[in-house]
Structures are given as C-alpha cells and as structure tokens.
C-alpha cells in the first residue's frame, strides 16, 4: 500500500457526509442536506486541499486536487518519500519514491475507481442507489450510532462508510487495502463556502508505523486547474546507465532458487544481495548501511510474508550491479539479522523493482548469468514465449493456468524459495487441497516480517505459464484469510522454483515476460527429506521444524537440537544450502546426522523420503 493512496482516500472524503435513516433514500437526503446540499455541491467544478500529514516516522505535507468530472491528482511530499498519484480520466497512473512514473493495475485501479466515484459525488445520486450504494445496518461503535453504507462502484474497491447518526456527516470509512484493514476517520467539519469539510483526518491499519495524522491547512473549490496538470509526464531523464552500451552481463549464485549478485554501494563493495522482483524496493542491509555511514530517516514498514517489519528510508549516490549504474536513489534499510538465520547464503541487501523497472533484465538460471539490457524498443527475442506483464503495487502480475481450465493471476516472486503459493479463494473456490493426490499440513514459510505463516502443501495436475505447461508440480495451499497471499485479485505467488526451469526475461518497460524452458524444465521433484528444517544461527545449525511422520520424527529429533555432523562432515563453517544440500535429496537413500541435546550427542541415520 502507498502513501499517496492513503492521503487520496482520505482527502477525497472531505466532499462526503455520512447518513442515518430507516430508508437509503432519506439518508441520503439527510447526508446531502448535511454536507451543504445540492445546489452548492453541484457548483463544485474542482478543489484543492493542502494539509499537513505525520506518518512513517516523518512530516510533510499532501496536496489533493480534484477536477470535474474525472480527474484526481494527489501529492505527497515527505522526507525522501515523494509520490504522486493521479487519475486522468482512464489513465491511471503514479510515480514512486524515485519519481519513476508508471501505470496502476488490479487493487491499485479498484481504489481509483473508488475514490473518483466518491470525489465525484456520484455516490449521491439516486441512480446508483441500490447498487452501487446500499445502507447495511446501524452499529453502535464507542457508544455512539453510525448508519452504514455500502460503497460498490462497478470495477471499484469496496468500502464502507460510517455516517454519524446526528450530524449526518461521515466520520469514519473502512476498507480492505492489499492485506491491511485500514480504518479512516474525518474529524473536525468545517464550512467552506456552504460544504462541509472534515480538516482533521487520521489512519489505522492496525500497524502503528503505516498510520496517519493529518491536517487540512487549506482547502479552496473551483480553483483554475489546467487539464495538463494531470497529464502523464513524458520522457524523463534518466537516472540509470549501462557502461557497456546495451548490455552487462554478471555471473549469479543460485542457491535453492534463490538468486544472489555482487552489488556495489556508492562505489563500495561487492556486497551479496538477492535479486528479488518481489520487493517493491531497494533493500540495504543495516550492517552495510552502518558501514557506510548512510543517514537513516523515518520508518519504512518493509512487508514480507512474515508480516511487516520496521526498517528506515535511505538515499544513495548509486548502485551498480555489473556496469548497470542506478544514480541518486531512495531505497529501504533493514535488519537482517533475523532473516538471515533462514537464508541460504547471507543477505547484505535485496535488489527488486528498482532494477526491473529501469531495465530489461534476463535471468540465466541454468548458466547462472544475469544480463541487464536498455530496454530499447528495437529489442527482439526470437524463440521467446511472451506474456503480458503488469505492474502492480511494485511487483510484477503475471495470468496463468491451474489443471487446464482455472484461470488466474499471480504474482512473480524470484525472491522465493516455493513453486508456488495459493490464495485461499482459489484453494476453497475449486477444491484444490481435495484434489491433490497427498498434503502435508504444517509446513513453514518464512520471509520478512516478524513471524512465518503456515501452509498446508501438496501437488497440482499441472500448471501453464503460456505455452508452457509444468506438471505435478508442488504447491502450497493457503487456507488463512489474513497475509501477503490474501491480496484481492491475487491469486497467488510463483516462487523460484518454477521460474528457475526457464530463462526469463523481465520487460517491465513493454510490459512483458519472456520464457524460453531450459533443461530443467519439467524435471520431477519428489521432495525428498529427512523431515527436519535448520536455521543458521551464528555459524550454528539449529532444528528450527520436525515434520511429523517422517524419519526425524521417528528417530525423535526435536525443535532446538544442533545439529553437528553430516555424514561425518563438521557443518562448522558450512552455509545453509549446503547443510540443506546434504539432507534433502542426493542420490542416498539416508544420511547419518550427529544431534546434540541438552548437551548430549547420539548419532542417528535417517532416511530420505518423498514428503508428500
């Protein structure tokens, strides 16, 4: 979720009003009486409001500006946290931290849709009542009455909007925003030449850090707005290079699908970061960010699969990655001390949609390569599949195929381990769990945030990326309604695994996503383990899951054990894909681990067998 779109709801609400009435047609005649009533809202042929907003740790202020009948413009300006938002009619479109523009997609759309149906006034009228405005019910909330509507725009964000049942005036809206319940309160109406404006305005989403303060300082209607002042801003200057001409090319280390790259810092390095085209940012870790004296500002609420975890905002001369060259970027720093006790190899940074945006890239899995391309028009890739790719909140939204006839869309994470990760709609809505041949409940996933989510995981028939048809391929099926899987009009997460059996090209600037199979494709996976899991845990490799019915299990290997030997080999010194490497599949059939307990050692062989 993003700021600018926040603030735009918000401010939006400014021209609305809440009702009470045992019918919707007398509260809304209530609602519009008490905003001003019709004649001076039908004057309204535009507005601006300038407030100022706390939020993420940092101050700044939001402008809001509205124009008949389709055209909404927010911008927010924060301490290295400048976005604009705006809607032109059917073009909907914003700009990132960077002030890279690009267009909204999916969940981004719907809340457009939304907000110009409110800003509007729309929602007023009668031809939409019943429809696309309903009265729910009445709700007594800390005590004092509310009248609730329903607000349902045609290909729009539902939202519902709690009038108070004496002023008529709305005081609080409510809405599903990406995977947060984001509550907004209007306070403190004022009249501004015969409407009601609430100056006051505060967020909760039930994460402290992503809440909202604000304070209209002024708000003025019919104010002269050029149409051009909406328009999508043509080229921009470039904030990136390639030394090299049209392309670099940089060796990857791929370790469980994940994917690491040298990248330099401000000229320092190489640092190991992950290439992860599911971050909607650049991500520094703290200890390079502490090493190079790197000034840290406000709060920056990094959203992971483990739920949201609290980082700070950054800006750096340049990142470089082979000779591709980023200049003068705002991105993310984080702590990695956590989630490095997970990773395969550890983490110094994660480099995500600041990458994809600015170029073509090309990943190379089977030859472990990364190429960087200007994404020149004239560019063709013969013998390519090519998919329409879109852009939603950051990442990359791809259509594909379960069992032949399940169409859906999905997210491309390169920054997971998984195959693939289902929303629990698509899961209950087509009977997925009842249909695999074998489940496994329980099963862990970790990520950013401060905790792991559980999955129950087992197979699909097959699964089509284009002409591309993968088959009993592993799954994980959600079955929470809460969590970065559970994002309306995402149905799911494609992980590493799957994509490491092509070469993929990320095209962000057509729009596309390019597959060609490599020699692993299709290659079957029979999820071959012991049956536990380890963490890193400074240079110790400790039981962090026992799977039950498994080999583990039976030989009562417990959660907290360390392991010390593999197969006579000390796991001191070792990394965590090769410790993984060593008890799950191979061509053994059982492995011989050395476990401490409670400062006890026994030896025990465990056998290797398929999970599910």
Known sequence: MNYSAWISVLLV???????????????????????????????????????????????GTATFTYKRPDKMRSDVDLPLA??????????????????????????ESREAITEIFLANGDYLKEEFRGTAVKYIADETVDGKLYHQLLIAPPDGLEMKLFIDSESYLIALSEARVQMFNVRMYSEDYRNVDGVMVAFGMRQETGVPMMDLNGTTMSHEFNVDVPDDFFKRPGEIERDWSIADGMNTSVDIDVRVAHIYVSVYVDGVGPFYFVLDSGAGITIIGKKVADSL??????????????????????????????????RDLVAGQLDFSKLNQYAQQPIEGILGYDLFHRFAVEIDYYNSRLVIYSPDDSMSYAGADTLDLQIESNHAMVNAVINDSIDGRYRLDTGSMSYLDLSSDIVSAHGLIEASPSIMSGFEIRGVGESSIESTVGRLGSFSLGDAKLENIPCG???????????EGIDGNIGGRILSQFDCIFDYTHGRLLLTPNPDFNTPDSMISVGFSVLNRNGTFVVS???????????????????????????????????TKLLQGGESSSVEVEIEHDGK?????LDKKPLF
Request: aromatic share 2%.
């Open 545 to 579: 899951q026992v799977i039950d019915g498994t080999s583990a299990s039976d030989h009562g290997v417990a959660e907290g054990d360390v392991v010390m030997k593999i197969d006579g080999k000390l796991t001191e010194g070792m990394m965590l894909h090769e410790v």
């Open 477 to 487: 099926f959600s079955t929470s309604e809460e969590g970065i899987f559970e994002i």
């Open 13 to 59: 609400l400014v021209l609305s009003v809440a009702v009470n009435a045992t019918t919707l047609d007398e509260i809304m005649t209530k609602h519009i009486e008490a905003l001003g009533g019709s004649e001076n809202l039908d004057r309204i042929e535009s507005s601006r409001s300038v407030a100022s907003i706390s939020t993420a740790g940092m101050e």
């Open 293 to 326: 004296n790197l000034m840290q500002t406000g709060e920056l609420p990094a959203v992971g699969v483990g739920g949201v975890e609290a980082g700070s905002f950054v800006e750096v001369d340049s990142i470089s990655v082979g000779g591709a060259v980023i």
């Open 82 to 107: 400048k976005m604009t938002r705006v809607i032109d009619g059917d073009d909907m479109w914003m700009t990132d931290l960077n002030g890279q523009p690009r267009s909204m997609s999916g969940e």
């Open 601 to 605: 050692r026994r030896n025990l062989k």
